[in-house]
């Protein structure tokens, strides 16, 4: 598909004319998240029942560590921006890369452009998640700057051109319309299953981390890994 037509169909999540839109209300009112992909291949979906059980959970580390931090985020939060770039680091290399740790990275959306996002960072599959993710969080500032919808478009297809990921990539993963709907609705059973509210949200071996992420996540996520040595 030609780049730009790709662009194009992508903005088209801003316009209620879309060729279709989903209209799952976001978290205390917030706007609702439009996804308009496809020009033949969408169709109406509205009401239809939403099988989300193809949408895999993205992890780093062992699977049989014996801490597991969840955490909730946006690829368009700003707070989510600073653990990742700023505390991430750290627990990756003290805890994750120990074998102590496995992190799970549940993505939220509050807006269309971190649903384009995620659609990029998984465009990668589960190896290369963390790192296109790392890159859009690293570079949030700039591609969320973008004059319009296709310029914000064309940013995130960049980075994910930079990790590798070619035209073709990008054109499938970012004109789905399948896809787009499932995430939305995998965020929406997940938000309502752990009653996420707000981004960054953790959990640590299941329980609601409810301190200060930036000073305390670290010591409770080190209390946690002293219990179950």
């Not at 996804?35 to 109406?44: P, T």
């Not at 973008?146 to 980075?159: K, Q, W, Y």
Request: glycine share 8%.
């Amino acid at each position: 598909m030609n780049k730009i037509i790709a662009i194009a169909l992508l903005a088209a999540v801003l316009v209620g004319g879309g060729s279709w839109v989903l209209s799952k209300g976001l978290g205390n009112d917030d706007p609702l998240l439009g996804a308009a992909v496809g020009q033949e291949s969408a169709e109406e979906v509205d009401g239809a029942e939403i099988d989300t059980s193809s949408i895999v959970d993205m992890k780093v580390g062992e699977d049989d560590a014996p801490v597991t931090v969840v955490e909730y985020a946006s690829f368009t939060c700003p707070h989510c921006r600073d653990f990742h770039n700023e505390l991430y680091p750290e627990i990756k290399q003290d805890y994750i890369d120990s074998g102590e740790v496995q992190m799970i990275y549940r993505e939220v959306y509050f807006d269309p452009y971190g649903l384009w996002a995620s659609m990029v960072a998984r465009c990668g599959g589960e190896m290369r998640f963390f790192g296109i993710a790392s890159m859009i969080y690293e570079r949030q500032q700039e591609w969320t700057q973008g004059d319009t919808p296709n310029a914000i478009a064309e940013n995130l297809r960049t980075i994910g051109k930079t990790a590798g990921l070619s035209d073709e990539d990008l054109d499938a993963c970012l004109t789905d319309p399948a896809m787009a709907q499932t995430l939305v609705q995998w965020y929406e059973e997940n938000k309502e299953e752990d009653n996420v509210t707000s981004t960054p949200t953790f959990f640590i071996n299941g329980e609601k981390f409810e301190g200060n992420w930036s000073s305390e996540l670290v010591d409770a996520i080190d209390a946690a890994v002293g219990e179950n040595n």
